[in-house]
Nanobody
Framework: VQLQASGGGLVQAGGSLRLSCKASGFILSSFTGSAMSWYRQTPGQQRDFVASISSSSSTNYADFVKGRFTISKDNGKRTLYLQMDSLKPEDTAVYYC??????????WGQGTLVTVSS
């Protein structure tokens, strides 16, 4: 099982990026039955929750991204997404995807760097 995050990069404040997290090694039922999240981390800081999507596709967001970020998933493609709009310099961080399977096993992606310039 592997999670491959991508889509990070440099963007100006007010711009948008879409992060992807491709899950390999999952059978469809395992992917659809998992809860998935995005976290972010800046140097010297703890990893913070950003957004989550449950197996039933209910979503939850940290207050600092509500109304700007949207989490979604494509079960057929085994891929998790994070659409980030109205980006701010304080959104600069390494973003990590996280999957918690129904059997209790969990996995982290390798992280993708998002840099928002002012």
């Amino acid at each position: 099982v592997q999670l491959q995050a991508s889509g990070g990069g440099l963007v100006q404040a007010g711009g948008s990026l879409r992060l992807s997290c491709k899950a390999s090694g999952f059978i469809l039922s395992s992917f659809t039955g998992s809860a998935m999240s995005w976290y972010r981390q800046t140097p010297g800081q703890q990893r913070d929750f950003v957004a989550s999507i449950s197996s039933s596709s209910s979503t939850n967001y940290a207050d600092f991204v509500k109304g700007r970020f949207t989490i979604s998933k494509d079960n057929g493609k085994r891929t998790l997404y994070l659409q980030m709009d109205s980006l701010k310099p304080e959104d600069t961080a390494v973003y990590y995807c996280y999957v918690l399977m129904a059997n209790g096993r969990d996995y982290w992606g390798q992280g993708t760097l998002v840099t928002v310039s002012s």
